[in-house]
């Protein structure tokens, strides 16, 4: 049989995209109306639907306010209680906007997420040499992660933005623009450190020395230069000390008794999907069982096989961007920010965004390897079972049970394998 008639749902799922490409006035008639749809569900739920809010942009914009008044940033709640837990830059970048109405900021917050959207797309398709092939990948890679990209669309979070500076910085690195790319790798972390923050460790093993100085640089500027120069020396510090402080005691042993435990850290919250809290779900029966015996054990095979896979990873990844394929280099920095989303001790189901990065470098693949082959079915398979087990993230209890992580484990498994076995030299 010819191998271009074997038919597989990702092939089926090429063609419903392709039909679409193919229709652009009816491509985008859809795409303004789902955006438009989701505007108006947005604005109800951020801007004018009764309080209290459940929205992140809230609590950012609290943080604002507080620079603005001298008040305590990371002790500042909004109306549900919630704290500021990012570094200082980004509630210093929304000043200029604390004092507009809420509704305003919400129609202004999600219009960047979808400019952010379209802009992940966009680049996305660009990363590679056949346009067309790098957009039907784009929007497959979309498709497979809409419900946290929504979540993140909807309840006011960095999720989607954090895609973008992901891949605007990987566009950069294949573009051969290092400093650029170094200076907004730390743009993008000193705004949220998880998950971008391991690529660090590509760019040394790869060498990108213009890289690795530039982003030194960058965050030398954006946590220090541009805050100190905003609300002073001084206080910036004191941010700086407090946020290092507040996030060191959440994680520890003792994480129970910090004021953020309950919002963010605790792993008996269901949409904390971690390795580590779905290991601890299922280890303890409750949260008072877990107080009561520690979790020495989880912790520390959860730390130890995330650094002995950081080195292996490393390891398998060092060879220069010359050297490679810009296939097999989106697949190696695709699997850097997936690893720190699954060992570390929080990872909620909207910083699944992230998936977008491992199934562009999945679709990438599958477009050009033989259907019936080991490696396409492999990754297929891998893609559809992480597709499927994110939408259970907001399923009770399947939530709670993990399937998520479990998902998105084995997909970052049978890519880290797809990425070991594969000749270097050879190009797709």
């Not at 805050?227 to 910036?236: L, R």
Request: with cysteine.
């Amino acid at each position: 049989m010819n191998e271009k008639n074997i038919r597989t749902p990702v092939s089926l799922l090429f063609q419903v995209v392709d039909f679409f490409l193919r229709h652009k006035r009816l491509c985008i008639l859809l795409v303004v109306t789902f955006f438009v749809g989701v505007g108006i569900s947005t604005l109800f739920r951020g801007g004018i639907g009764p309080p209290p809010r459940r929205t992140d942009l809230t609590v950012f914009l609290r943080a604002a306010e507080a620079i603005q008044s001298g008040e305590h940033i990371y002790l500042v709640t909004n109306a549900r209680g919630w704290y500021y837990v990012y570094l200082p830059m980004f509630a210093i970048l929304l000043t200029p906007f604390a004092q507009l109405p809420l509704l305003v900021n919400t129609f202004l917050w999600y219009m960047l997420s979808v400019a952010a959207l379209c802009g992940t797309i966009f680049l996305s398709a660009r990363l590679v040499q056949n346009r067309l092939l790098g957009m039907r990948a784009a929007i497959m890679a979309a498709l497979f992660c809409v419900p946290s990209l929504l979540e993140s669309m909807t309840r006011g979070q960095l999720g989607v933005i954090s895609v973008f500076l992901a891949i605007a910085v990987l566009y950069l690195y294949v573009r051969g623009r290092a400093v650029w790319a170094g200076l907004l790798f730390a743009f993008a972390v000193v705004l949220k450190v998880s998950p971008l923050a391991p690529l660090i460790v590509l760019f040394l093993v790869k060498r990108e020395w213009k890289i690795c100085v530039a982003a030194c640089l960058g965050f030398f500027f954006f946590i220090w230069v541009f805050p100190s120069f905003a609300i002073g020396t001084e206080q910036n510090w004191f941010f700086l000390t407090e946020w290092n402080r507040i996030l060191s005691h959440a994680i520890s042993d003792a994480g129970h008794t910090s004021h953020i435990w309950g919002q963010l850290v605790t792993p008996f919250d269901a949409d904390n999907q971690s390795v580590y809290a779905v290991l601890t779900r299922w280890v303890w029966p409750s949260e008072a069982a877990l107080l009561n015996h520690g979790n020495f054990w989880v912790r520390w095979v959860v730390r130890a096989f995330g650094a002995a896979t950081l080195f292996m990873l490393a390891f398998i990844s060092r060879h220069k961007r010359s050297q490679i394929s810009r296939q097999r280099l989106v697949l190696e920095y695709s699997l850097f920010p997936m690893l720190m989303l699954l060992v570390s001790p929080v990872s909620e189901i909207h910083h699944y965004t992230m998936l977008f990065v491992l199934f562009l470098s999945t679709f990438f693949y599958l477009e050009e390897l033989p259907r019936n082959s080991v490696s396409y079915q492999s990754l297929m398979w891998g893609a559809l079972i992480a597709a499927l087990t994110h939408i259970t993230g907001y399923i009770p209890p399947l939530d709670c049970w993990g399937f998520p992580a479990i998902g998105a484990f084995v997909f970052w498994c049978v890519l880290f394998v797809f990425l070991a076995r594969k000749p270097v030299s050879d190009v797709v």
